[in-house]
């Protein structure tokens, strides 16, 4: 029954079911309307196998033509971020990005006026969004609230810097590239390229992108984990994980930017390849960083559980020297001192 719902009747789950954090009162729900969500869930599932096939056809042959008011759209959510939110945003808009709805978990630093001036000029919605274990609602509500506006839409957090690998291109460029390139397409996998310390015991000054430049070997195993950038109107959102997209019918396809299909949160090497599109995953940074971090507790889980100093180990990763990211250096600080207008890499 709770994969029915969570598959089928997705405005229920959120709107309903994901409020309860009680799980004997949810479970409770559960039972009283059994009868009506089986009934929804299968009317649904004829819709989306019938009917709306025709739709997501339409959809798939028009979009990558299309003018849409904003090209690329990230959904994030945030909690005490102040100190790197403006770098993550104006690298962001650097490569492509033109619109950001973040949603605060119950920050307790500036970020709000750190924000306000994007805010301003319409580059950021940002919406307050208290209580444990809330990513995937919050996750929910951007795609709901970019559907209509966003050509496509990334789930990506303030750690995670997504690159394109010819630095000639926008990420707007690669992505009309790879989803023409495929059938079906609905959401593109990145794999993560996992970051370490580069021995920093303490927070150092300057950019992240200038002062992390030693990552994992492409096979190592903390790089399987996936995010994703979709077309908003072919997926029905982060239902179970975060890192996986539930599509809007069975005629869709979830493909890494080789064309691998994806079915799980997570791609093994040798299919994790960075030929087109990467994730830089900035896990930790300095010592000081993860401890910070690791003390917030994870915004993903009910219980806000905090991680243990045995996971900044594993995911300490300073096996390759990459300087990849000094291309940006300069012009992303002189963004953040206003020194220049934000034009996007064409």
């Known amino acids: 029954m709770n994969e029915l719902i969570k598959k089928y009747d997705i405005p229920i789950y959120f709107g309903l079911f994901r409020k309860i954090d009680d799980r004997k009162r949810r479970k409770i729900f559960y039972i009283i309307l059994a009868p009506v969500l089986l009934i929804y869930g299968l009317l649904c599932f004829i819709y989306e196998n019938t009917i709306d096939r025709i739709f997501v056809h339409r959809e798939l042959k028009t979009f990558i033509s299309k003018k849409y008011k904003y090209d690329l759209a990230f959904v994030a959510c945030i909690l005490n971020e102040a100190r790197y939110i403006e770098e993550w945003i104006e690298y962001h808009r650097l490569v492509g990005v033109d619109k950001f709805y973040i949603f605060d978990n ?3 630093d500036n970020t709000k006026e750190i924000l306000q001036k994007y805010i301003d000029e319409g580059i950021v919605d940002l919406e307050y969004f208290p209580g444990k274990g809330k990513q995937l609602d919050m996750y929910y509500k951007g795609l709901r609230k970019c559907r209509k506006d ?7 957090d303030l750690d995670e810097f997504v690159v394109p690998t010819d630095e000639t291109k926008s990420l707007v460029e690669v992505l009309d ?13 990145i794999n993560w390229l996992v ?14 992108i200038e002062n992390y430049l030693n990552r994992a070997e492409y096979d190592s ?14 997926i029905k959102g982060c239902i179970t994980s975060p890192h996986f997209a539930y599509l809007r019918n069975g005629s869709l396809k979830q493909l890494n930017e080789k064309g691998i299909e994806i079915d799980s949160p997570w791609n093994d090497y040798p299919n994790n390849t960075y030929d087109h599109i990467r994730i830089n995953h900035y896990y930790g940074k300095s010592e000081e960083d993860c401890k910070a971090k690791f003390n917030r507790g994870n915004v993903s ?14 995911y300490d990763r300073n096996e390759v020297h990459d300087e990849r990211m000094l291309l940006y250096c300069d012009r992303v600080r002189q963004s953040l001192e206003g020194s220049m207008s934000n034009e996007k890499i064409v």
Request: proline residues 5%; aromatic residues 14%.
């Open 301 to 314: 889980r009910p219980d806000y559980i905090k991680r243990k100093w045995d996971q900044f180990v594993l």
């Open 150 to 156: 966003a050509k496509y839409v990334g789930f990506i």
């Open 221 to 234: 195993k903390t790089n399987r984990l996936l995010k994703f950038i979709a077309n908003p109107r072919l």
């Open 177 to 189: 590239e790879r989803f023409s390139h495929f059938s079906g397409m609905a959401a593109l996998s």
């Open 106 to 108: 119950g920050s307790t």
């Open 195 to 208: 970051f370490g310390s580069s021995g920093h015991k303490t927070r150092p000054e300057g950019l992240v």
